[in-house]
């Protein structure tokens, strides 16, 4: 999807183009038949002017400017609008004087010749007025385009770098658990079928409902209650959960898999040499805001090796994709104690 949008160009549209000159002919026509009093000879003169204003100003547009200037080929460019401008008042000024009229410049006092400085110079600066008003325009016109299209590039590149975020945390997931289900199977437990069928509900959610870009906030924390209870049949009674909800959060919606790391964290630090896990979780709504909050104790001495480091700088990196500078995430030690805060907007 990124590439069809870095692939796709902008043209504006031939009738854009039309009334664009439409336009631009009826108010020359007006304001220079108002100054001579001569709407006639206005009409003849720009009906002869107008064609080579459209040639020059899309020779300019659409070939020197691409060609030349955006390459920074900037004598060349210099040297064909010179000579442009040139052949185009050599041409303008003939034409003028055999189908127009003999008085080459009216606007002028008295008579006045052709290839005069002061005719070059005039006619000269007009064409350069049409060529540079115009310019502006098509390039104003790019740029608005060209930073929408980067813009929708970014969401694209946004949405893929999240997806790939998630599908880390699928599988991650997913392993850790089969350690804990191939360390219930060594000990012939009882509580493998359960855990079995816990495990499946859990992969039902994260194979499915987390495809979504966000889900229910009681989806996720029915999907973390599940996770509890799973590591309960293993842990048994070394485990004490208190999970909480304040507010009102039914019609509050998240992105999926936002939360589940934290409490994995919590079980990384508290299950070996037969540790006591106490846990804590409370999600609270707070005006437009989600309160997230876990605490669990905390021994310094069970140093965990991850391998793959997915979790927390997942979610962190997630986070910031996600809300920017709209999230605050704190974490502390204290007292072997340790504790995760974070708020997401709604």
Not at 110 to 123: D, R
Not at 310 to 334: A, H, W
Request: aromatic share 16%; hydrophobic share 45%; charged share 20%.
């Amino acid at each position: 999807m990124a590439n069809q949008i870095k692939n796709i160009t902008f043209r504006i549209r031939i009738e854009y183009h039309f009334i664009f000159w439409v336009i631009y002919f009826l108010l020359n026509f007006i304001r220079w038949g108002s100054y001579f009093n001569d709407y006639w000879y206005s009409f003849k003169s720009n009906l002869v002017e107008f064609p080579l204003h459209i040639i020059i100003v899309y020779f300019n547009i659409y070939f020197l400017i691409p060609k030349y200037i955006l390459n920074k080929k900037y004598y060349k460019f210099f040297i064909y609008f010179i000579f442009s401008l040139t052949l185009l008042y050599i041409v303008r000024t003939g034409l003028n004087y055999f189908l127009v009229t003999e008085n080459i410049w009216p606007e002028a006092e008295g008579t006045q010749k052709a290839f005069t400085i002061n005719h070059i110079v005039a006619v000269i600066t007009g064409e350069i007025y049409v060529i540079a008003l115009v310019s502006t325009i098509k390039l104003t016109v790019d740029w608005i385009f060209e930073k929408r299209r980067n813009a929708e590039l970014q969401k694209h590149q946004l949405q893929s770098e999240l997806n790939f975020l998630k599908t880390q945390i699928q599988p991650h997931f997913f392993f850790n658990t089969l350690n804990n289900l191939y360390a219930l199977a060594i000990e012939k437990s009882d509580k493998t079928p359960e855990v079995i069928l816990k495990l499946s509900e859990i992969m039902q959610y994260v194979l499915y409902d987390a495809k979504a870009s966000s889900i229910s906030l009681l989806k996720e924390i029915n999907y973390i209650q599940s996770y509890l209870e799973l590591e309960k049949l293993r842990y048994g009674n070394r485990i004490q959960s208190q999970l909480t909800i304040s507010g009102n959060i039914n019609n509050v919606v998240i992105p999926p898999l936002l939360f589940l790391p934290f409490i994995e964290n919590c079980f990384k630090h508290g299950t070996k040499n037969n540790d006591n896990i106490k846990l804590s979780i409370n999600f609270e709504k707070l005006n437009n805001e989600i309160v997230f909050f876990v605490r669990n104790n905390f021994n310094p001495n069970n140093k965990v090796v991850s391998k793959h480091g997915i979790g927390i700088e997942n979610v962190k990196r997630r986070l910031k994709l996600l809300y920017q500078d709209k999230f605050k995430l704190k974490t502390n030690v204290t007292n072997n104690k340790y504790t995760v805060k974070l708020k997401i907007p709604i």
